[in-house]
Each structure stands twice: as structure tokens, then as C-alpha cells.
């Protein structure tokens, strides 16, 4: 299959304007960097489409790597999230599949060579004294005391490290570069430091480890890269990017800059959505209220969707909030066009047809999807005992409701007009039991031979042959567009939607979703797009709600 071209952006340009130049030998080579630090979330998804985005429409490559130089808060099992997440994502790094930690004895060898050209030193200063001495944006640092260390007492010292006879904090490997330089991350930064912790690849073979910014160029360069695109928290950090190459002398890409996916009513940072994780504000990195990959997934939406929505939202260098309304409008779309519909009732009422026969049931033509004749139609059963959704119901309907109400008649999709004549109720409660309705056996298939109209039509079940199934509901994870907008002193987490999740333990579905396997998608009739998650213990279907029918945002922008 042939997939569309990206729409064009800035970085594009950059690459167009390369490869007119000749560069790279009208390479282009692109790498995805994560940390396996927590699970990939919709930023992600943003780079990722733009990297490999950019490989596949210039004929070229992408590589994933995984950027695991801090030992302590990385995992396998993120690693394997990633990959799978990718990949579920439609994209393919064939056998390119690096981390950094394989590197690891040549970033030694990179730092020995910079140590021999008098270009880093080790320094026995502790963090706290290195910030002290890092001056301010106004005024110069301080030079550390070791600075002046000859190259061989480096070498020994840096070789010493390695072997770990060194204790944490004690020492770390530092660029020499300049304490008076206008950007402090030139103000001789840290390569190296020691931490004593096992790694999830290396194990213990290691017990000093390189920044990011001392593995993250040479890795590009050893890997061929062409163009290094990253967030824009990384454009200070080019001028180190761009020494530490030039210094070495090796091949040099060139680092780009975007502004990075901002969702509004969503966090993406991985360190806060690890922490709604490990307090349990969540049920884990794939609750379907989660901005992750996993949770998505898990929820409902197509990779299509997702890359549809990166597509759209562009690549600028500008910060900005997105609004979740677009990523919503880019599922809803596809689904319209792909989702089969059936009906299924949320909250059952109870409808008798009083003039239907006890006993009879009939198979209806129920169309599949009305923006796709192609779909055919599918037979739904018809009987006397039927639910509908309470809310399609008012014993005192107020102006502006056209659906059930007492004398009045409404159609049943694809089935009968029906016309209220009763309701009995729960004598101790007050509460609606069920409702009586007369069916009009001229009306089969929706439609009155008189030509007369009903102002509504409404969705239904059989009762005998529907289906127990449960739905979740969920809603926006923080109530507030920019959750970190919070009261002094108090935390993000301050601005969770309490109600997030909505439980529907006792809905009803018609019977043709029977053998509805996980992960298929519906639209339940007039109620939104489900997804199926799984079966619970007694093979009741348990639903996600991806996403509902229509833009609701208004409706909540004017609660808040
Ligand atoms: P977080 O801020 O969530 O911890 P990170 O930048 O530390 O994310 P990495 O694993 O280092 O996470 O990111 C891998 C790549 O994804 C990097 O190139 C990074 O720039 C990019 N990336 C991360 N977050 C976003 C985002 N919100 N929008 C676009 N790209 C992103
Ligand atoms: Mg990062």
C-alpha cells in the first residue's frame, strides 16, 4: 500500500535544500532517541511520524535507538513498550535497532581521545561546588581547581574511575572548554560520571556513565545520521553537540529543532504520567484516560488516526497548546467512515409492546453503516420485550424533547413506530418500572405507508436475545486546558477529573456482537465509538469508549 506523503514543513525544506546541495551524498538519515525511561505518550508519536515520517517519503532511513545512559530509572520493560509501540504506530527500523549503552566502550574511546587533546579533564569537584562555580547568565564562571591536570594524570585518573575506585560523587570527566562562555552548558559540563548501579543491558560491567549530551552526538555520528531532530529544549545544547564533533572530527550531523507536542488537557512528560502511575491515580501506562501510546491503543484509536493527527497539527518552532478536540475529530473521522454500527443501550428501560405477540420474534434489516452501502445490511431480532435508553424517555417531557413520552409515538431504528401508553412503577420507590407502547405492524422497517412522521427515532434491544455487557466512560484526565496551572504549593495532581471514568456495569447490546473480538470498533447508534477491550470472568464484554459522536466541548468549556 502507498501511504500519502507528509505535508511539507521547515524541516522538509532544510532537507530539500540539502539534497539540492549535494549533501551527505543525497542521504537522508534520520534516528527516534528514546530513553526507555516510561512509556511513549503522544509527543512521541509527533517525532515519530516526523523521523520516520521523513525516511519513508525521501526514500531513506530511519533508526530507533534507544538513548539508555541513566542506569537508575530505566527499565526492560520500557524498552519493550517502545518497540512494540513503534511498531504499532505502522513504522519499521528493519535491523537498525541500536542503544546507546552498545556504544559504550567507543564513547570511552571518544573520551580518552578528547582527554588527549587537552579538550577534558577529570575533576574531583562535587555537584554542589560545579554549580556554584558555573557563574549566571551575567557573569563567568569560576575554573575548577583540576582543571589544570596533566593529560596523563587524567588518563589515569579516568582509566581509575572505570575500575570503579572511585565512589560516587567523587569524581566525573569534564569538557574543558570555557568558563566565560555565554552559554553555560560550554562551561566545562560533566561527560562522565560514576554510578555505582546496574544497568539493564550492561549489568555491572560499567560503573561510569555518559551524559546525555557526550553520547547523544557521537551516536548520531557513528550511526550516519543526517539530520538530528529534536525538541526545542535542545537548541542550547547544539553548541556542545556541534564541539564535541568537531572536536573529535568525525562525522557531523546536523541537529534541528521543533517545538514539541503540547495537548491541551493532557500531561506529557513521563515523569509525571510515571507518577499518576505509581500512586494509582490511574490503573497503569495503558488506562485508556492515559495520553500514552499503550492507552490510546488500549481505548480504541487506530494507528491511522494518531498519524493523521501528527500530520496535521505540523512541525513549527513556536510553542503551542494543541487542543484535544483535534486529536478526538481525527478518530472520529475514520471511525465514521469504518466503524459498523449496532445498537446498544447504556441505561436499560424496560419497553412491553403491548400488542406485539408474547411469543413471536422476527429478524429486522438493520443497515451497517450509512456511509458505506457496501457494508450490507445485518438482521437484528425484534420482540415484544424490548429496552430503550432511559434518557429517550419523559413522563414529563419539557419543550424542547421530541423522543418517548406518555400519547406519544417515535420510530424504533430500522424497526417499528411505537406509541407510549403506559408506565407502571415501582410502588415503594416512585421510580419508572416500564413503559407499555402499541407497535404499528405497518410501520416495518421505519416507514409509514400514511406518510405520517415522528420526530424521533430511537435506538433499542430486544430483550430476549440481547446481550450483558459492560461500557466505560472515560472523560478528560485533568479538568483544568494547562493541568500544571495550579494554586501555589499545591501539585498537578490537584487538577484531576474526578470523573474521568464512568462505570456501566448493566448495559445491553444486540446479540451480533456475541463473538466481538478485542480490539474491534463499533458505533453504538446515537451513543459513540466503543472499542472492545476484553471479557470479564463471566464472558460479559467489557467496552471502551474511544470517543462520543460528537464534539462535547462546548458543553464542558461552559461547566468549568
Ligand atoms: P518527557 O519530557 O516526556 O520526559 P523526553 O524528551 O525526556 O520526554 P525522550 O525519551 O528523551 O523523552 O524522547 C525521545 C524523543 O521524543 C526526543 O527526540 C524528544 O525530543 C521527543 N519528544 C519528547 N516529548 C515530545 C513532545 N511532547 N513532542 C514532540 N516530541 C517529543
Ligand atoms: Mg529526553
Same mark, same amino acid.
Given at each position: 500500500?502507498?501511504?500519502?506523503?507528509?505535508?511539507?514543513?521547515?524541516?522538509?525544506?532544510?532537507?530539500?535544500?540539502?539534497?539540492?546541495?549535494?549533501?551527505?551524498?543525497?542521504?537522508?538519515?534520520?534516528?527516534?532517541?528514546?530513553?526507555?525511561?516510561?512509556?511513549?505518550?503522544?509527543?512521541?508519536?509527533?517525532?515519530?511520524?516526523?523521523?520516520?515520517?521523513?525516511?519513508?517519503?525521501?526514500?531513506?532511513?530511519?533508526?530507533? =535507538?534507544?538513548?539508555? %545512559?541513566? *542506569?537508575?530509572? !530505566?527499565?526492560?520493560?520500557?524498552?519493550? $513498550? +517502545?518497540? @512494540?509501540?513503534?511498531?504499532?504506530?505502522?513504522?519499521?527500523?528493519?535491523?537498525?535497532?541500536?542503544?546507546?549503552?552498545?556504544?559504550?566502550?567507543?564513547?570511552?574511546?571518544?573520551?580518552?581521545?578528547?582527554?588527549?587533546?587537552?579538550?577534558?579533564?577529570?575533576?574531583?569537584?562535587?555537584?554542589?561546588?560545579?554549580?556554584?562555580? =558555573?557563574?549566571?547568565? %551575567?557573569? *563567568?564562571?569560576? !575554573?575548577?581547581?583540576?582543571?589544570?591536570? $596533566? +593529560?596523563? @594524570?587524567?588518563?589515569?585518573?579516568?582509566?581509575?574511575?572505570?575500575?570503579?575506585?572511585?565512589?560516587?560523587?567523587?569524581?566525573?570527566?569534564?569538557?574543558?572548554?570555557?568558563?566565560?562562555?555565554?552559554?553555560?552548558?560550554?562551561?566545562?559540563?560533566?561527560?562522565?560520571?560514576?554510578?555505582?548501579?546496574?544497568?539493564?543491558?550492561?549489568?555491572?560491567?560499567?560503573?561510569?556513565?555518559?551524559?546525555?549530551?557526550?553520547?547523544?552526538?557521537?551516536?548520531?555520528?557513528?550511526?550516519?545520521?543526517?539530520?538530528?531532530?529534536?525538541?526545542?529544549?535542545?537548541?542550547?545544547?547544539?553548541?556542545?553537540?556541534?564541539?564535541?564533533?568537531?572536536?573529535?572530527?568525525?562525522?557531523?550531523?546536523?541537529?534541528?529543532?521543533?517545538?514539541?507536542?503540547?495537548?491541551?488537557?493532557?500531561?506529557?512528560?513521563?515523569?509525571?504520567?510515571?507518577?499518576?502511575?505509581?500512586?494509582?491515580?490511574?490503573?497503569?501506562?495503558?488506562?485508556?484516560?492515559?495520553?500514552?501510546?499503550?492507552?490510546?491503543?488500549?481505548?480504541?484509536?487506530?494507528?491511522?488516526?494518531?498519524?493523521?493527527?501528527?500530520?496535521?497539527?505540523?512541525?513549527?518552532?513556536?510553542?503551542?497548546?494543541?487542543?484535544?478536540?483535534?486529536?478526538?475529530?481525527?478518530?472520529?473521522?475514520?471511525?465514521?467512515?469504518?466503524?459498523?454500527?449496532?445498537?446498544?443501550?447504556?441505561?436499560?428501560?424496560?419497553?412491553?409492546?403491548?400488542?406485539?405477540?408474547?411469543?413471536?420474534?422476527?429478524?429486522?434489516?438493520?443497515?451497517?453503516?450509512?456511509?458505506?452501502?457496501?457494508?450490507?445490511?445485518?438482521?437484528?431480532?425484534?420482540?415484544?420485550?424490548?429496552?430503550?435508553?432511559?434518557?429517550?424517555?419523559?413522563?414529563?417531557?419539557?419543550?424542547?424533547?421530541?423522543?418517548?413520552?406518555?400519547?406519544?409515538?417515535?420510530?424504533?431504528?430500522?424497526?417499528?413506530?411505537?406509541?407510549?401508553?403506559?408506565?407502571?412503577?415501582?410502588?415503594?420507590?416512585?421510580?419508572?418500572?416500564?413503559?407499555?407502547?402499541?407497535?404499528?405492524?405497518?410501520?416495518?422497517?421505519?416507514?409509514?405507508?400514511?406518510?405520517?412522521?415522528?420526530?424521533?427515532?430511537?435506538?433499542?434491544?430486544?430483550?430476549?436475545?440481547?446481550?450483558?455487557?459492560?461500557?466505560?466512560?472515560?472523560?478528560?484526565?485533568?479538568?483544568?486546558?494547562?493541568?500544571?496551572?495550579?494554586?501555589?504549593?499545591?501539585?498537578?495532581?490537584?487538577?484531576?477529573?474526578?470523573?474521568?471514568?464512568?462505570?456501566?456495569?448493566?448495559?445491553?447490546?444486540?446479540?451480533?456482537?456475541?463473538?466481538?473480538?478485542?480490539?474491534?470498533?463499533?458505533?453504538?447508534?446515537?451513543?459513540?465509538?466503543?472499542?472492545?477491550?476484553?471479557?470479564?470472568?463471566?464472558?460479559?464484554?467489557?467496552?471502551?469508549?474511544?470517543?462520543?459522536?460528537?464534539?462535547?466541548?462546548?458543553?464542558?468549556?461552559?461547566?468549568?
Amino acid at each position: 500500500m502507498e501511504t500519502p506523503k507528509s505535508p511539507t514543513n521547515f524541516i522538509r525544506e532544510i532537507i530539500d535544500g540539502d539534497l539540492a546541495a549535494g549533501k551527505n551524498n543525497g542521504r537522508v538519515h534520520t534516528r527516534f532517541p528514546p530513553e526507555p525511561n516510561g512509556y511513549l505518550h503522544i509527543g512521541h508519536a509527533k517525532s515519530i511520524c516526523l523521523n520516520f515520517g521523513i525516511a519513508r517519503d525521501y526514500k531513506g532511513l530511519c533508526n530507533l =535507538r534507544f538513548d539508555d %545512559t541513566n *542506569p537508575e530509572t !530505566e527499565d526492560v520493560e520500557y524498552v519493550q $513498550s +517502545i518497540t @512494540e509501540d513503534v511498531r504499532w504506530l505502522g513504522f519499521d527500523w528493519a535491523d537498525r535497532l541500536y542503544y546507546a549503552s552498545d556504544y559504550f566502550e567507543k564513547l570511552y574511546g571518544f573520551a580518552v581521545q578528547l582527554i588527549n587533546k587537552g579538550k577534558a579533564f577529570v575533576c574531583d569537584q562535587s555537584l554542589e561546588d560545579m554549580r556554584r562555580d =558555573r557563574g549566571t547568565i %551575567t557573569e *563567568p564562571g569560576k !575554573e575548577s581547581p583540576f582543571r589544570s591536570r $596533566s +593529560i596523563k @594524570e587524567n588518563i589515569d585518573l579516568f582509566s581509575r574511575m572505570r575500575k570503579g575506585e572511585f565512589e560516587e560523587g567523587q569524581k566525573v570527566l569534564r569538557g574543558k572548554i570555557d568558563m566565560a562562555h555565554p552559554n553555560l552548558l560550554m562551561r566545562d559540563p560533566v561527560f562522565y560520571r560514576i554510578k555505582k548501579e546496574a544497568h539493564h543491558r550492561t549489568g555491572r560491567n560499567w560503573c561510569i556513565y555518559p551524559t546525555y549530551d557526550f553520547t547523544h552526538g557521537i551516536c548520531d555520528s557513528m550511526e550516519g545520521i543526517t539530520h538530528s531532530i529534536c525538541t526545542l529544549e535542545f537548541e542550547v545544547h547544539r553548541q556542545l553537540y556541534d564541539w564535541i564533533l568537531d572536536e573529535l572530527g568525525i562525522h557531523h550531523p546536523q541537529q534541528i529543532e521543533f517545538a514539541r507536542l503540547n495537548l491541551s488537557h493532557t500531561l506529557l512528560s513521563k515523569r509525571k504520567l510515571l507518577e499518576l502511575v505509581e500512586k494509582k491515580y490511574v490503573l497503569g501506562w495503558d488506562d485508556p484516560r492515559m495520553p500514552t501510546i499503550a492507552g490510546f491503543r488500549r481505548r480504541g484509536y487506530t494507528p491511522e488516526s494518531i498519524r493523521k493527527f501528527c500530520d496535521q497539527i505540523g512541525v513549527a518552532k513556536a510553542d503551542s497548546i494543541v487542543d484535544l478536540v483535534m486529536l478526538e475529530n481525527s478518530i472520529r473521522e475514520e471511525l465514521n467512515k469504518t466503524a459498523p454500527r449496532v445498537m446498544a443501550v447504556l441505561r436499560p428501560l424496560k419497553v412491553i409492546i403491548d400488542n406485539y405477540p408474547e411469543n413471536q420474534a422476527e429478524q429486522l434489516d438493520v443497515i451497517n453503516n450509512p456511509e458505506d452501502p457496501s457494508c450490507g445490511t445485518r438482521k437484528v431480532p425484534f420482540s415484544r420485550e424490548l429496552y430503550i435508553e432511559q434518557e429517550d424517555f419523559r413522563q414529563d417531557p419539557p419543550k424542547q424533547f421530541f423522543r418517548l413520552a406518555p400519547g406519544r409515538e417515535v420510530r424504533l431504528r430500522c424497526a417499528y413506530f411505537i406509541k407510549c401508553v403506559g408506565v407502571s412503577k415501582d410502588e415503594a420507590t416512585g421510580r419508572i418500572k416500564d413503559i407499555h407502547c402499541t407497535y404499528d405492524p405497518a410501520t416495518r422497517g421505519g416507514d409509514a405507508p400514511d406518510g405520517r412522521k415522528v420526530k424521533a427515532t430511537i435506538h433499542w434491544v430486544s430483550s430476549r436475545h440481547c446481550l450483558e455487557a459492560e461500557a466505560r466512560l472515560y472523560d478528560i484526565l485533568f479538568t483544568k486546558r494547562n493541568p500544571n496551572d495550579v494554586p501555589e504549593g499545591s501539585e498537578f495532581t490537584v487538577n484531576l477529573n474526578p470523573k474521568s471514568l464512568e462505570i456501566l456495569p448493566s448495559c445491553l447490546v444486540e446479540p451480533s456482537l456475541k463473538n466481538a473480538l478485542p480490539g474491534s470498533r463499533y458505533q453504538f447508534e446515537r451513543v459513540g465509538y466503543f472499542s472492545v477491550d476484553s471479557l470479564d470472568a463471566s464472558g460479559k464484554i467489557i467496552f471502551n469508549r474511544i470517543v462520543t459522536l460528537r464534539d462535547t466541548w462546548a458543553k464542558i468549556e461552559s461547566k468549568l
